[in-house]
């Protein structure tokens, strides 16, 4: 594979996506303080996800569409760095997985502690081979697509859109592009609004809006690639279009605005769930793609924002790759000691967040960053 000079990154996008990372793990955590689907702390923490997606196809058409469109980039050689970039910290996140696995049996995982070892190390293949399980056959005891590290299925969906740009969506004019993304931004308005156009939507006391993806059937499949095919391709989309916002201390505005649309509290209630609907959908049609744009568009001055920007794009992959674990050993932990006082839960809490920015530094450092160098010397990358 013939190479060319790296592009400058774009450092604020990097920052944001930490920033998000960070984000997903709080999110996680409040989750152990109230099961309602409606009534959480911070009700909208998976639309960070939505974010992530966005960016995602932002900087994929950056670094590669100029590549492929040329001939110096094939398929196969970006099928290659997308896999190194990818798939080593996933590995390592279901490693961390499986070493907790026994230490989180509780009420609220029934089926861990009748895990054979055997099913165990076949569930860490499975895991590092990105094949999903059914509830059925999920060893913790829940619904989730993968049962030692959940934020995986995310990923999932991240490459299924990167194989349908590589081989379908980079070739595609802005005309093209534009209609691909209008018809993903169909399918998302019918999820998060509910109204059940294509009849792929289950009836629920309280409709799962864009919530979902991160199960096996057909409803949160059908959400899963919604949220991805709009979210990945209008980030495309934005990319190839060239316009970006400039405006001054974008990463901090951007930060903020991230924050405050994870903190905002459901929008309606159980009494108008389409209002929230409204809400998710806004955020991921509107205002996600206006942030990357602000990122993109913005530049770093000082010497303490570069800084913050560098650490937390550099730990963000492994951050989001390596919480859950501990927040699967936190959700036991409340589950036994439920009479803990709210000031000893938060601080737990606390000390889960810390402990997984530390882990994915460390993560990072010692391993993620010195196997990618190694896996593209050897395959030429």
């Not at 996008?13 to 920033?19: N, Q």
């Not at 005891?141 to 859109?161: D, K």
């Not at 903190?263 to 955020?283: F, I, Q, S």
Request: proline share 4%.
């Amino acid at each position: 594979m013939s190479s060319s000079p790296p592009k400058p990154r774009f450092d604020i996008l990097d920052g944001l996506r930490g920033v998000a990372a960070l984000m997903v793990v709080i999110f996680h955590l409040s989750e152990a303080f109230s099961y309602d689907p409606v009534y959480k702390h911070l009700n909208h923490g998976f639309l960070a996800v939505d974010f992530f997606f966005v960016l995602s196809g932002f900087v994929v058409s950056y670094a590669y569409d100029a590549r492929l469109q040329s001939g110096e980039m094939s398929r196969w050689d970006f099928c290659k760095v997308r896999l190194i970039r990818l798939q080593p910290m996933v590995l390592f996140g279901v490693l961390l997985g499986a070493a907790f696995f026994y230490f989180q049996a509780c009420d609220y995982y029934p089926r861990i502690a009748a895990t054979p070892i055997w099913q165990l190390l076949l569930y860490v293949v499975l895991g590092f081979l990105m094949i999903p399980q059914t509830p059925a056959y999920n060893i913790r005891g829940n619904e989730e697509l993968f049962s030692l590290n959940i934020p995986q299925w995310s990923l999932v969906y991240e490459y299924v859109a990167n194989l349908l740009y590589v081989l379908f969506v980079c070739r595609l004019g802005r005309r093209g592009l534009t209609l691909l993304v209008a018809l993903f931004a169909l399918m998302l308005a019918d999820c998060a609004l509910s109204l059940n156009l294509f009849g792929l939507l289950a009836p629920h006391d309280y409709p799962w809006s864009l919530n979902g993806g991160f199960t096996w059937d057909v409803e949160h499949a059908y959400i899963g690639l919604s949220r991805v095919g709009y979210s990945f391709f209008a980030g495309l989309l934005l990319c190839r279009l060239g316009r970006v916002v400039r405006v001054r201390r974008a990463f901090w505005w951007c930060s903020l605005a991230i924050i405050a649309v994870i903190c905002v509290e459901n929008v309606g209630g159980y009494a108008h769930p389409r209002l929230d609907g409204v809400y998710n959908l806004l955020c991921t049609l509107l205002l996600f793609p206006f942030l990357v744009s602000m990122g993109a568009g913005g530049t770093l001055t000082g010497s303490l924002t570069p800084a913050i920007c560098c650490f937390m794009g550099r730990i963000s992959y492994s951050l989001y790759l390596v919480h859950y674990p501990f927040v699967y050993l936190f959700f036991t932990w409340m589950d036994t000691q439920r009479g803990a006082s709210l000031a000893l839960q938060l601080f737990v809490a606390a000390m889960v967040v810390l402990l997984s920015v530390a882990t994915a530094y460390a993560a990072m450092v010692c391993y993620d960053e010195p196997v990618r160098r190694w896996l593209r010397r050897k395959f030429s990358c």
